[in-house]
């Protein structure tokens, strides 16, 4: 088959959450069919894996091109300047899209997309966002699908839910509720919709019965994450992730400022490794403050600070889909203390290949059981790895994405 991949970000460095994703499944559905791939570049998801943008665009499009055909980048419209993405999202507020749309609207980039159907007809098209349904409107002939990293409407209801600042709030409600609508409109639109989890699937399916969903899970490259060959030190925690998006911000400062000042006077010699791009000022203050309470920013190599972790604490009680970097740390047999909504999707079982955990002294009670109790804890680990390798190898998810793709071509063709 040909298969155009149309993202609203390149899917290139393999490094954190969406990226991630992205690339593997572009990846491996390029070992069973044509792929040419048609994306945004996003300046914010590039620049901490390079010197520059430019750089990153360039070194990107050569691992894209060793993968796919025709590559082809377009700078998003929000990243045009400063004050686009705040006019946008005050010019969302009176049009008749929400933010989750305009921010990706360019008729460049839709003329792009007609035309390169138009010289060589693809067999499927996939989007790989809701905010990328409008472009579906301009080609016709063609099998399409739609990817939904998260229930976006969902994310920004619970988000609201959770904001204290009632201006915020009330803008996240409407985004959310506006989204929904759109959700209802687009998804019956395309013969396929591809969410991370049952749970998504199952989120969508209660609100627009009419659409086809299938879940295609979230991976890991279990040949990369795997137990390291050392013994993890006596009393080491770590979390990773990208630390402006706001599930992470919101769960590093909660780890930071809630659960650390409980474990700190009664373990003096225990650490804490907070490892990702962009962490907030108040996390850089603690740590210029806590020699123990270490912000290391974006580290290219993750290996030694996992092998080096006794724990890995993960407590995200917002956003959607599902999270990756629970699934790096299952795959290199890291004890996981989460909170509940951190592991929705992700099929686990607590006290058999996690422990859960949903305030600060539930966080303390997990963490201290893991550090005395070698036994409980190794067993975790046994069992976390396992979890990782039965359930989410990227190399079998690529291949159910491939095989879902013919299947639904065919359908759709008689």
């Known amino acids: 088959m040909r298969i155009l991949w149309v993202s609203h970000l390149v899917p290139n460095p393999p490094k954190a959450g969406v990226l991630l994703r992205s690339h593997y499944l572009v990846k491996e559905l390029a070992k069973h069919h044509e792929v040419d791939l048609l994306a945004f570049s996003q300046k914010g998801l590039l620049a901490p894996y390079f010197n520059s943008v430019e750089e ?12 796919c055909g025709k590559v082809e980048f377009f700078e998003c419209p929000v990243d045009k300047s400063k004050f686009s993405k705040i006019w946008c999202a005050l010019y969302s507020l009176v049009s008749a899209h929400p933010y989750n749309i305009n921010w990706l609207k360019s008729s460049a980039f839709g003329e792009c997309l ?82 991370c989890s049952d749970l998504d699937s199952e989120r969508f399916e209660s609100f627009i019965p009419a659409a086809n969903f299938k879940t295609i899970p979230n991976g890991v490259d279990t040949e990369f994450f ?7 030190a006596a009393k080491r925690l770590i979390f990773i992730g ?7 911000t919101r769960a590093v400062q909660y780890l930071a400022h809630k659960v650390w000042p409980l474990l700190k006077d ?9 490892i990702g791009s962009k962490p907030p000022a108040d996390l850089v203050e603690l740590a210029k403050k806590d020699s123990r309470f270490k912000v290391h920013g974006f580290v290219d190599d993750l290996t030694p600070y ?23 740390a299952f795959a290199a047999g890291k004890a996981v203390v989460a909170h509940p909504v951190a592991c929705e999707g992700l099929y686990v079982t607590d006290e058999k290949n996690v422990l859960l955990a949903d305030s600060p002294q539930k966080y303390v009670e997990a963490i201290e059981r893991l550090i005395s109790d070698n036994t409980l804890r190794q067993q975790i680990e046994k069992n976390a790895r396992q979890h990782a390798v039965d359930n989410f190898s990227f190399a079998s998810i690529g291949k159910q994405l491939a095989d879902h793709y013919m299947q639904i071509n065919a359908d759709h063709k008689r």
């Not at 009664?266 to 907070?274: A, G, N, S, T, W």
């Not at 993960?314 to 629970?326: N, R, V």
Request: charged share 25%.
């Open 56 to 67: 990153g665009l360039e070194k990107s499009k050569e691992v894209l091109e060793s993968m």
């Open 242 to 248: 990208t630390l402006d998006w706001y599930p992470n």
């Open 306 to 328: 996992l092998e080096q972790a006794t724990v890995y604490v993960c407590p995200i009680d917002d956003g959607g889909g599902t999270k990756l970097k629970l699934l790096d």
């Open 114 to 195: 007609e035309r390169w159907h138009k010289e060589n007809p693809y067999d499927l098209i996939h989007f790989d966002t809701i905010s990328l349904a409008p472009y579906a409107a301009g080609v016709s002939n063609t099998t399409l699908a739609l990817d939904h990293h998260n229930v976006e409407s969902h994310m920004l209801i619970r988000r609201a839910g959770l904001e204290s600042n009632w201006l915020k709030k009330l803008y996240f409600w409407q985004e959310g509720k506006r989204l929904e609508a759109l959700e209802k409109k687009y998804c019956p639109q395309f013969q396929t919709n591809i969410t």
């Open 266 to 274: 009664k373990h003096p010699d225990m650490q804490v490794d907070i």
């Open 226 to 232: 795997k137990p390291g060959n050392n013994l993890p």
